[in-house]
């Protein structure tokens, strides 16, 4: 910490009680210097100087810790073939610190730090046949359930709520799911899709970095 | 202490201006006014409030926006939740999402600093029924953040915060929104200004708007803004303001809708403010009996000070402002996690 200027208020008093003719006369000649010192370019302010950019080769932050989060289910389309009326399946949403995956056996491998979320969710859904959806092949609207675990700790903001009601759309064409963002009109791509005759693969994964959290 | 002592040894060694009566002294230098003859106030003072009005929100969002779309794997790092800045003072527990990064792209964009944001979106109804459509959203974004491109010049910078938010009701025969918004800090670069709008080249401002309209119309601006090196009417640099404007929809039977209530001030590049001040101030003065005729009238002038000296009356019309009031649509303020690259 820097000490206060407590001696500035002084030295402004000094300076406003100097009387005028107590300052020294100009010099009427300038002391020959035999080396001179100014440039031999001359200094212009041209007023478009900006600070040296450093961004660009700076060496790139890593971050300390990332998260991976997997959201993955399997949903069944009905009736048979279509046209689809309804929907149903679950959704299982896995967060992973530093991207330790579990690889299913219980190895040495699983022993880092546990997951902090895991949650299971339940979906139940019927079409919805007026929708804004400019791509969809078909758009329901669905319930969800919580079925297992705590969302507390998820670090998704739009991991759903217990109950929540979203209008989705499936999109052949690219595979996707779109989710109507909270009822706004406006349809975001929220998952990839894989089809097998009925049923979709839907999934989500991304890996993020994450603050870490200081200790208490 | 040292500074009373310094100040008794001034007193008592100094001129004798210190010790001569008021009355000798003579009068005080006269304020030099500037010349204005060459300046249009009733455009100036309109071009003032275009300006402010798009001093919004959008401005660094937009440059924001552009950040992510350069995004590449890594650079900079995406975060889930706030970036791990000790400057930055929020929660730990916040719900957003935020990049922190020094780096380069591959394509030669060079990232420096954090934004954080969060958005938060909802809607429910049907817009074609009585009981109506009703949309919220709102925004926040709080960065210390250049993004630079391979010759350093810059894309985008915002250093500050701000947050905005809308809430609409659309029914059968009627319509109401609100949207208010406030930025505090400095805003630059072609990402956020592309050019257009009255500011392109950026300002520093701390601005708050709040408009309404549909059924009602009302205008709030309060705050001040800056210009990096845009000028208004090729003199002013600066303005402040503390403006209500209540339009004839909606407005109540002692409501003045030909003027403002507050003042809106220009500075010029000599650092001289121009005031158009319009009497009562605010709404709370109105309420009251206001003897101040008859710069209180209701009658769409207004008294303009430089440097503080009287000048005369200046006669704006400022409702031509409702029509060109704009404001983000729902889809602006949706940036989630499962949008980013």
């Given at each position: ?216 | ?30 304020l030099?006014i ?231 001030g ?6 001289y403010w121009y005031d158009?001040v ?26 303009l000070y430089i440097r503080g000296v009287e000048q ?30």
């Amino acid at each position: 910490m820097h000490p206060p200027l407590r001696s500035t208020p002084a030295l402004l008093v000094l300076l406003s009680c100097a009387e005028p003719e107590a300052v020294a006369p100009p010099a009427t000649t300038l002391p020959t210097d035999p080396t001179p010192t100014l440039p031999s370019i001359p200094l212009e302010d041209t007023g478009t100087w900006a600070p040296a950019d450093t961004g660009g080769t700076a060496t790139n932050l890593d971050p300390s810790a990332t998260v991976q989060i997997i959201q993955e289910g399997f949903w069944t389309l009905s009736p048979d073939n279509g046209p689809y009326e309804q929907i149903s399946g679950t959704l299982r949403i896995d967060e992973w610190p530093d991207g330790v995956i579990d690889t299913g056996t219980d190895t040495a491998v699983d022993t880092a730090e546990p997951p902090r979320c895991e949650v299971t969710f339940s979906i139940e859904g019927a079409d919805q046949p007026n929708h804004s959806c400019p791509d969809c092949d078909v758009v329901f609207n669905i319930t969800w359930t919580l079925v297992e675990g705590d969302p507390g700790p998820c670090r998704d903001p739009d991991l759903p709520l217990d109950g929540a009601e979203w209008r989705i759309g499936y999109v052949s064409a690219t595979n996707t799911i779109k989710f109507d963002y909270y009822h706004s009109g406006v349809w975001v791509d929220w998952y990839e899709t894989e089809q097998n005759n009925d049923t979709l693969h839907v999934i989500y994964d991304t890996t993020k970095a994450v603050a870490e959290e200081e200790d208490p | 202490m040292i500074a009373l002592f310094l100040l008794w040894a001034c007193a008592t060694s100094s001129s004798t201006d210190a010790e001569a009566p008021p009355e000798d002294r003579g009068p005080a230098d006269v304020l030099e006014i500037p010349d204005v003859s060459g300046v249009d106030f009733v455009e100036a003072y309109l071009a003032a409030m275009r300006l402010n009005l798009e001093v919004t929100a959008s401005r660094p969002w937009g440059g924001h926006l552009a950040s992510i779309d350069d995004v590449e794997p890594g650079c900079p790092d995406l975060y889930v939740g706030p970036p791990p800045n000790d400057d930055v003072m929020i929660d730990d527990a916040s719900r957003g999402l935020s990049w922190y990064d020094t780096c380069s792209t591959t394509a030669g964009l060079a990232y420096d600093g954090f934004s954080y944001w969060e958005t938060d979106v909802s809607s429910a109804g049907q817009p074609d029924t009585v009981e109506g459509e009703t949309t919220s959203a709102t925004r926040m974004l709080v960065s210390d953040a250049a993004v630079r491109d391979t010759d350093t010049s810059l894309r985008w910078e915002f250093d500050g915060e701000a947050a905005d938010s809308i809430y609409q009701v659309e029914a059968t025969g009627y319509s109401h929104w609100v949207y208010s918004t406030l930025v505090t800090g400095t805003v630059s670069g072609p990402d956020s200004f592309d050019g257009s709008g009255t500011t392109p080249g950026g300002y520093r401002t701390d601005l708050y708007l709040y408009a309404t309209g549909g059924d009602v119309d009302e205008l709030e601006a309060r705050g001040n803004t800056y210009l990096f090196f845009d000028r208004l009417a090729d003199r002013f640099d600066s303005t402040a303001m503390d403006f209500t404007l209540i339009g004839q929809r909606g407005a109540g039977p002692t409501d003045c809708t030909l003027e403002p209530y507050g003042w809106i001030g220009l500075r010029d590049e000599n650092a001289y403010w121009y005031d158009l001040v319009f009497l009562p101030t605010d709404l709370l003065d109105a309420q009251e009996p206001y003897p101040n005729d008859p710069l209180s009238e209701c009658d769409g002038c207004g008294t303009l000070y430089i440097r503080g000296v009287e000048q005369g009356e200046i006669c704006v019309d400022f409702s031509v402002l409702f029509a060109e009031i704009t404001r983000p649509t729902v889809a602006e303020f949706v940036l989630p996690l499962h949008s980013l690259p």
